[in-house]
C-alpha cells in the first residue's frame, strides 16, 4: 500500500467538495496552489466555463482530471426520456474527452417517475449503459458504474452494491468499470471480495470522505477523512491489493460545514487529512 504520509502526489479534490464557493476556474487555481494534482469535475461547473477554456486552464495548472460527473440517469417512464438519457450520456463522453477525464461517473439513476419497479429500473439501467458503450467505447472513454448506497436507490441510483456493479461489468464488457466511493461502499458485508473480483481493471476510481455519525441529511452532510466510522485505509488497502494505483478523490457534499468554510481552508485540510488518514 503506498504511503500517503509523504505527501500529496495522489490527491484528487472532486469540485463537489468546494462547489458552494468555487467556479471551476476557481477551483482549478486554489487546487493548484497548494499542490493538487487532480481534479473531478461537474458538468454544471463545465459548462459555466466552456469545455475548451477549461481544458486550457487545466493543461496550464498541469491538473489531471480523475473523472467527470456525471453520466446516468438512465430509467424513465417513457421511451422519450430513456432517449433523452441516452442522448446526454453521449454529450457527456464528449465532455469528458473534451477535457481529458479519465472516465465519465456514472450515478446511473433510480425509480422512473411513478414507478415501483425497481427490477425494471434495473434493467433499464443495464440498457442504457449498453446503448452507450460502443460510442464510449470508440471515444476511448471507460465508464465508471459509481454504486451508491440504498438510501439511494429510489431518486438517484438502483446500482447499490459492488458486486451489481461487478455483475454489470461482466453482462456488458469492455469500456465499463468501476468507481469505488467509501461513503457508499464501507457497509458491505462483501466489500473485500467485491473489490478483489473487480480487479486493476475495472477500478476506474476511489472516492473519499466519511460517514457521519449521526447524519443529519441524506445528501448533504458528508464528513472529512477522520471525522466519522469509515475505515478508509483498509478500503485503500483492499483497493491497491487488487491493483488500483491511481487517484483518492475527496468528494465531500456538506451545506452546513465544509460548503461554508473558507475554500482555502477546505483544500488544506483535504491535504492534511488525505496525509494522515486516507
Ligand atoms: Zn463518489
Redesign the pocket.
Given at each position: 500500500m503506498r504511503d500517503f504520509s509523504r505527501g500529496i502526489e495522489w490527491l484528487s479534490i472532486n469540485q463537489a467538495t468546494t462547489r458552494a464557493q468555487w467556479s471551476l476556474e476557481q477551483a482549478i487555481a486554489g487546487y493548484a496552489r497548494q499542490d493538487v494534482r487532480g481534479i473531478a469535475i461537474w458538468r454544471d461547473k463545465l459548462a459555466e466555463c466552456g469545455v475548451k477554456r477549461a481544458a486550457t486552464a487545466l493543461r496550464a495548472a498541469g491538473m489531471t482530471v480523475t473523472g467527470l460527473c456525471r453520466g446516468g440517469m438512465f430509467p424513465a417512464a417513457d421511451q422519450a426520456g430513456r432517449q433523452a438519457a441516452i442522448d446526454d450520456n453521449r454529450r457527456a463522453i464528449d465532455e469528458a474527452v473534451g477535457v481529458r477525464a479519465q472516465c465519465v461517473v456514472l450515478v446511473v439513476g433510480g425509480l422512473a417517475q411513478g414507478s415501483k419497479d425497481i427490477a425494471g429500473a434495473r434493467g433499464q439501467v443495464r440498457d442504457g449503459i449498453a446503448a452507450i458503450l460502443p460510442y464510449a467505447r470508440a471515444a476511448g472513454m471507460p465508464l465508471a458504474i459509481?454504486p451508491l448506497h440504498p438510501m439511494y436507490a429510489a431518486d438517484r441510483a438502483c446500482v447499490n452494491t459492488m458486486k451489481q456493479a461487478n455483475d454489470l461489468c461482466d453482462e456488458l464488457g469492455e469500456g465499463l468499470g468501476i468507481?469505488v466511493?467509501v461513503?457508499h461502499v464501507w457497509w458491505d458485508p462483501e466489500l473485500e471480495r467485491e473489490i478483489r473480483r473487480a480487479g486493476k481493471t475495472r477500478i476506474l476510481a476511489f472516492?473519499v470522505c466519511d460517514w457521519l455519525v449521526p447524519t443529519t441529511d441524506l445528501l448533504l452532510d458528508r464528513g472529512m477523512m477522520g471525522d466519522g466510522i469509515i475505515d478508509i485505509p483498509r478500503i485503500r488497502g483492499w483497493v491497491e491489493d487488487a491493483g488500483y494505483d491511481g487517484f483518492a478523490e475527496v468528494?465531500i457534499f456538506s451545506a452546513n460545514n465544509w460548503w461554508k468554510r473558507e475554500p482555502e481552508e477546505v483544500v488544506r485540510v483535504c491535504a492534511e487529512r488525505h496525509r494522515s488518514v486516507v
Open positions: 459509481e468507481a466511493d461513503y472516492h468528494e
